[in-house]
């Protein structure tokens, strides 16, 4: 049986506005959202204070959503730090597939239900 499904590789990046960074981050430190992992290059590091303000989106972000849906719509996310001027800009960059056996031992639920 196909047990495969598709999600939406993510990439967040720090983006500056007219307003300075209190925190240390830097214009164009980013990390990828691959399946589960969260991904950090080499010689990056990232808030995470930051994250805890992104981490609830990016599930989300990474599934199909309806064309109505604000969490589709809205990809600029800003530091918790409201004196920090700071923004994280999340982008969908290619998808993967995935397998359901592969991330849970739940069986596949059929239809609608919960
Ligand atoms: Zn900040």
Known sequence: MDDKFTLYNLKVEVVSTDIPMVCRHK????FLVIGEDLIFPENNSFSMYALSAILPLLPA???????????LSDSVIACPDPN?????KISRIGTQEF?????T???IQKGDKQ
Not at 27 to 30: C, P, R, S, V
Not at 99 to 103: G, I
């Open 27 to 30: 214009e164009g430190d980013y």
């Open 84 to 88: 920090c001027g700071a923004k994280f």
């Open 61 to 71: 972000k990474q599934r199909p959503l309806h064309a109505n849906d604000w969490m």
């Open 99 to 103: 397998s359901h056996a592969d991330c």
């Open 105 to 107: 031992i739940e069986p």
